[in-house]
């Protein structure tokens, strides 16, 4: 019999994952210097039927009109997620999850270049093991999804479905550590885990979703430092190599570390419309795992000492920040190294004696990108005019566009098109066919997408961060939208005030810190670090 999942009273069903439901993927119509520009190239749309309601479709919500529905518009009709039957679920389609392949694939091969290797751990966790860390099982137990029935029977122990794994992980290390020489123990997996939030919104926060959470114990507190901060360093690269976000890595405040860690390294997201997205973060867990499990080790002196431990982690969630940085008011826009399709190929034709010439052309054309390593699709569906698949793929953020027609297999050249640039500005006409020409030029204009992408984000960022030196001009930062950064030495107490009365946090004390001396803007004190205070998802 199925185990069946008991929810204590506390844990009340949370709000549905969407305002609303996904609407229809509906794409906005071409717009006129597109057909214009069609026509210059010789391209011509081929006599296909129709069955969704020609090219007018609808349109997603104006990103500057609400910012929110137009996010879980593109989502719905760049088919990215749906609803999942179970309230704050969502089910990942095919086009979202390559996009999360994308990020696998990279982080797995820096994983394993920094000595980790995966493994699985699994998903159901005696509540006891919670228990064993007071700050971790305090922090957690408001979001715990709890199995009470297993087999038609009640438990003898109720089963955490799993939050996080630092707790059986260290149940299995406390039987796999017994020397030094067992040090340092370095583990990945990638996993799922389900926390029941109260407020979801897709991939950004959801009950269930996916992720990679890294385990690794040291023989010192040194050792287990240098890899916290190590990892932090590789999602950063991630971060501003691949998916071309300019986060800002620092340390959490005391009140917004990791439950049951002595220090919380982050990577800080702004979105499209200004809050902070925690994008990934890193733990110096110190010995608070290792003396509640017993995990220990006897050092090169025959003398028995606790490990020390780290933790990291990034999640789906850094699919939802790639939407909400870089898309506009026609869908995704995707940053061409973790692009699942980087150029997408629409043949035109008019004639039916013409077919078979672009389609040859369009064959061609593929097997050379494909060659160079490029990740190509052709679209040559004949139920589809290509103003639709224009639009259809413009939704869908693939970065380039190459259009095929008669007079361009006649010219042996093709139309191309930047997703970052709209209209007439990002369209070129003549691309010699010829294979290294073409081949130069579209690896040419992907790293060129990569970096406007990356540079737009560091402009948009970077105007709307406000120095302040006053809690007055924080309150004004803040109730702008915006971020401010200053300098900070006061309490707890006085960041939970600020918490309370602008909605605002500490996102992070930023790696690279001013020089000279600084004064509290809170309390007048003497103050090491500045920080940054914004509104969060």
């Known amino acids: 019999m199925a185990s069946l999942l008991r929810l204590p009273s506390l844990l009340s069903p949370s709000k549905p994952l969407l305002r609303r439901r996904f609407p229809t993927a509906r794409l906005a119509a071409p717009a006129a210097s597109r057909g214009q520009a069609s026509a210059a190239a010789g391209a011509a749309a081929p006599a296909a039927t129709e069955t969704r309601g020609g090219d007018r479709e609808g349109q997603v919500t104006p990103r500057s009109a609400d910012f929110n529905a137009w996010y879980t518009d593109v989502i719905a009709a760049a088919e990215l997620a749906d609803y999942g039957p179970v309230r704050g679920t969502m089910v990942i389609r095919p086009y979202g999850y390559a996009i999360w392949e994308a990020i696998q694939d990279y982080l797995n091969v820096k994983f394993k270049e920094t000595g980790h290797s995966n493994m699985y751990f699994p998903q159901f966790i005696p509540y006891s093991f919670i228990e064993k860390e007071a700050s971790h099982v305090e922090g957690f137990s408001p979001e715990l999804a709890l199995v009470t029935i297993g087999g038609g029977k009640e438990l003898e122990e109720k089963l955490v479905v799993r939050p996080t794994s630092e707790t059986i992980v260290n149940h299995m290390f406390t039987k796999w550590i017994q020397s030094y020489r067992d040090l340092p123990l370095m583990i990945n997996q990638w996993a799922n885990v389900t926390r029941w939030e109260m407020r979801t919104k897709p991939f950004i926060r959801t009950l269930e979703f996916l992720w990679q959470e890294g385990h690794t114990a040291h023989a010192t507190l040194e050792e287990a430092e240098k890899e916290a901060m190590q990892m932090i360093d590789v999602y950063t690269k991630f971060a501003f190599e691949q998916a071309a976000i300019p986060v800002i890595p620092g340390r959490k405040s005391r009140v917004e570390t990791f439950a049951g860690a002595n220090r919380t390294y982050t990577i800080e997201a702004m979105m499209g419309d200004k809050k902070a997205l925690q994008a990934g973060t890193s733990h110096n867990l110190g010995q608070n795992f290792s003396r509640a499990f017993g995990t220990q080790f006897m050092d090169e002196n025959g003398q028995i000492e606790h490990v020390w431990q780290t933790s990291w982690a990034i999640s789906t969630r850094f699919v939802g920040g790639i939407i909400m940085t870089h898309g506009d008011d026609a869908g995704l826009m995707l940053p061409p190294r973790i692009a699942p399709i980087q150029v997408i190929i629409v043949p035109i034709w008019k004639k039916g004696d013409e077919k078979s010439a672009v389609l040859e052309a369009v064959d061609s054309v593929q097997k050379i990108l494909k060659e160079a390593g490029i990740r190509v699709k052709v679209d040559d569906s004949e139920l589809r005019t290509p103003g639709w698949k224009f639009n259809h793929y413009e939704m869908k953020g693939v970065p380039v566009r190459i259009e095929i027609g008669p007079r361009d297999v006649t010219n042996k050249s093709v139309v191309v098109s930047r997703r970052d640039v709209p209209g007439k500005q990002g369209k070129e006409f003549g691309v010699s066919m010829e294979p290294s020409v073409l081949v130069n030029h579209i690896k040419g ?88 205070f914004a509104k969060s998802y």
């Open 445 to 532: 204009r992907l790293e060129d997408i990569q970096a406007s992408l990356l540079q737009k984000a560091i402009t948009f960022r970077d105007s709307n961060i406000i120095d302040v030196s006053s809690y007055g001009e924080l309150k004004e930062a803040i109730a702008e939208g915006k971020w401010a950064r200053g300098p900070w030495s006061a309490s707890d107490a006085d960041e939970l005030k600020v918490k309370e009365e602008t909605s605002a946090t500490i996102r992070c004390y930023p790696f690279e810190q001013p020089e000279g001396t600084k004064k509290c803007f809170m309390t007048g004190n003497p103050a090491e670090e500045v920080a940054i």
